[in-house]
């Protein structure tokens, strides 16, 4: 007969089955950043201006990227970005094609690790993407941004066109 004080041998086979599991799982689960927005990325970018030690990239059009991308030199991108050679010409002509006749944006942001260290920068007028994935080579994968369902708009998320 089972009283309250008495253990569930099936209860307790899988709590510590979930304990073994909880530090595999949550392994697996990787590291993540996060973006967060930032005028003065957006005043850097605006003024064409190359950060020393950074690789640049972009995502989209290679006349019109849908975003330009700098990480630190030790933080190689992954994923369906291509590298570009940033120079301060190349900059304001991409921004000058991003910025077009367009009300809004593009707007700027810096990319956080997950300790809340910057290890990157973001332009884009388009929504900010899912956060980035800190891999344990030191890369980032950082999905291209999100279109928004109505076209055009703006990075921060919740404000209008």
Known sequence: MWTRRTRNPVRLAGFAAALILLPVLTGCAGRYGSLRFDTEVMRTFEAAQVLPGYRYYTTGSETDPAAIVALR???????????????????????DEMRGMRLEGPDGAAILDDRGERIGVWYSYRQYPAPPRLLDDGGVELNPPAVPSDGDGPARPGMRN
């Open 73 to 95: 030199q030790n933080r190689p991108l992954r994923g369906a970005w291509r590298e570009i050679t940033a120079t301060p010409e190349i900059l304001k002509r991409l921004g």
